[in-house]
């Protein structure tokens, strides 16, 4: 086993106000002993919302390695709000509920993983202690339940999820299903360089609304303000020429 430990992390989003980061607590280097090669991550929202999340560590040493800890860190942000509206900065940190929690090997082998809650965010730290021969791989999965990672309105639910690393990823991919209709999706697969962020968004209604290539819920409350500024507009202008008459 080599005594150079990985150091290694990701970062996920749920909802536009999930915020997930990981971590490994391995040594750290300056050059990478790891990639990953494919980082995949299936979201599926109905009551709850269920994520799976499998990422596949290569070795680009010609030496074996060993992931070590990894930690997920979830964090929600809620802003005070008016009716439909968030009042900036006002969003305080809060920890999010986690249920049901697996941490498997691609091939069936049960992690080491634990949850803890603190004031502000919440802690799934998993263990993997197998080595990684050179130019070989190892997958892993990390399955869990949420009520707190998707944004759910009166038409419609919004989810948000952030990818990122300490380690390049080659390929990544979130997909998105739930029971209603998926009226919007952005940025969901590429590749990013070490430290890069990337956000992959969906929406969701119950209404059979055709794709406009931006968020229903941004569209409507717009139309409803721009009708409410022209009803001020023409009651003002009306009001002035009664006045003049």
């Known amino acids: 086993m ?7 992390g990701m970062a996920l989003m749920a909802g536009a106000i ?3 980061l990981m971590t490994g607590a ?4 300056t050059i990478d002993v790891e990639t990953i090669s494919h980082y995949d991550v299936e979201i599926t929202v ?10 596949t560590l290569r070795n680009v040493i010609d030496k074996p390695v060993v992931p070590g800890i990894g930690e997920f860190r979830l964090q929600t942000y809620s802003p005070t709000r008016i009716f439909f509206f968030s ?3 006002t969003a305080t940190a809060q920890p999010v509920e986690v249920k049901n929690l697996r941490a498997i090997t691609s091939d069936g082998k049960l992690l080491m993983s634990r949850v803890t809650e603190g004031e502000e965010y919440t802690t799934i730290r998993y263990e993997i202690w197998y080595p990684i021969q050179p130019g070989k791989e190892l997958s892993y999965i990390l ?7 998707a944004r759910k309105g009166i038409l419609f639910t919004n989810i948000a999820i952030p990818v990122a690393s300490d380690l390049p990823i080659e390929e990544y991919s979130v997909t998105f299903s739930s029971d209603q209709h998926l009226v919007y999706q952005d940025g969901a697969s590429g590749s990013l360089a070490r430290g890069e962020i990337a956000f992959a968004s969906a929406e969701f209604s119950a209404l059979p609304l055709p794709e406009v290539g931006l ?3 941004v569209v409507l ?14 009651y003002v202008r009306r009001e002035t020429e009664r006045k003049e008459s």
């Open 2 to 8: 080599d005594n150079r430990k990985t150091r290694w």
């Open 18 to 20: 999930c915020l997930i």
């Open 26 to 29: 391995a040594q750290a280097q």
């Open 46 to 55: 109905g009551d709850t919302v269920h994520q799976k999340t499998t990422v």
């Open 87 to 89: 009042i900036p900065g």
């Open 143 to 149: 399955e869990f339940d949420s009520p707190d990672l």
């Open 215 to 217: 968020p229903w819920s």
């Open 221 to 234: 409350w717009g139309l409803v303000l721009a009708a409410g500024i022209a009803g001020v507009v023409w």
